[in-house]
């Protein structure tokens, strides 16, 4: 009887401990002791999911995933606000963020790394040409055009040889790589290089990996099973094998700029260069920020910057392709489009996206359709923040669901459908 009354004041401790933790928090499921809210969560469709969950609680929830106390939010304007704030500019505190890739480059990072990162990030990106005007602009409209003219003709060599069909993936991802190679290292591969085929491998199999590892960033334990264990080995083998590649990069870019003047000019600069121009110019004075520039945040940084790069640009032409090619009446809308509005024989430019409505507007909804990012990236809360009338601890993690603002019937009509008018 004893026995019986004991555990009915733990569960009611429980209980009530549970109901208090909630209040002034958005609402939610309650899940389950210990693992949370995981167990109900599809692991390959997550996005749908938290979706389902969006429409029985509302555009802001709360939930608990494993140890981490997580807020979904599925508003656009609420999303756009939230962010913006400084108490959400920390990052989720995960495994995968903190324990592999220890809080460097620039997705992983937060506070004042990354927000002088960032700074920095965006600055070089406009002196490789990311702007509206500018000699800058024009060389990178160079490079693009010339991996865009040897995806052509790899694609009409290839089409000699299968001419009932064939998978343009391979061309597209070493051309596409090989442009991103260009802006962040400065060096271009050969598509039978070993190294560069070495470090595709590496970037495939880690997506994958990190894809199947999503428990273990809420629950850490998990990481002493062995067949986690196998995965966080691959990833960590992945990572050091990547930088020891980036390291032989770096000290030959340095020993060329010890003896060049290559930096002075504009059409060679490259991530890699800026960055170790700023890491000289800070050593130099020694400034404080110096240790912001050191050679374990520029790996990591050449990786983001490269990753970040391949991986959204890719997914997004693949799926504009198959799109493309269901939809025939798109598909004729583009060509007439491209047809009166660009200069026949002459290579496009730049400038031309403007007067391309249509083809911005597929690009748009390929990009909604099929969201690069379904669940946006994660943010943590480096201190409380309201939301909406909600109290948000400190350590918890905002999901700006991104899949759930593009598949929204009150923003999309018939969002299910590929629309691009």
Known sequence: MLLLLLILLFIS????VVILNRRKKPPGPYGLPFIGYLSFINPLK???TFSRLAQRYGPIYGLWMGQVYTVVLTDPSLIRTILAKDEATGRAPLFITHGIMGGHGIICAQG???RDQRRLSIDWLRRLGMIKYGSARLDLERRIISGLNEILQDINSMLDKEPNGLNPSPI???VLGNLLNDLVFGIKYEKDNDTWKYLQYLQEEGVKHIGVSMAVNFLPFLRYLPSTRRTIDFLLSGKRKTHMIYDAIIANQRSMMRTSESLNQEQDVCILKCFL???AKRQNAARPDAAFCDDIQLRHLMADLFGAGVDTTFTTIR????YIALYPRVQQRLREELRQRLVANESPSLNDVEALPY?????AEVQRIRSVVPLGIPHGTTKELTIAGFNIPPNTMIMPLIWAVHMS???FNAPNTFKPE
């Open 409 to 411: 019937p009150t923003l």
């Open 46 to 48: 997550p996005y749908e």
């Open 112 to 114: 004042d790394l990354w």
């Open 319 to 322: 799926w504009a392709l198959l």
């Open 359 to 363: 083809l911005r507007a597929t690009i």
């Open 172 to 174: 597209i991802h070493h």
């Open 13 to 16: 401790c429980c209980f009530f």
């Open 277 to 279: 121009s700023e890491a």
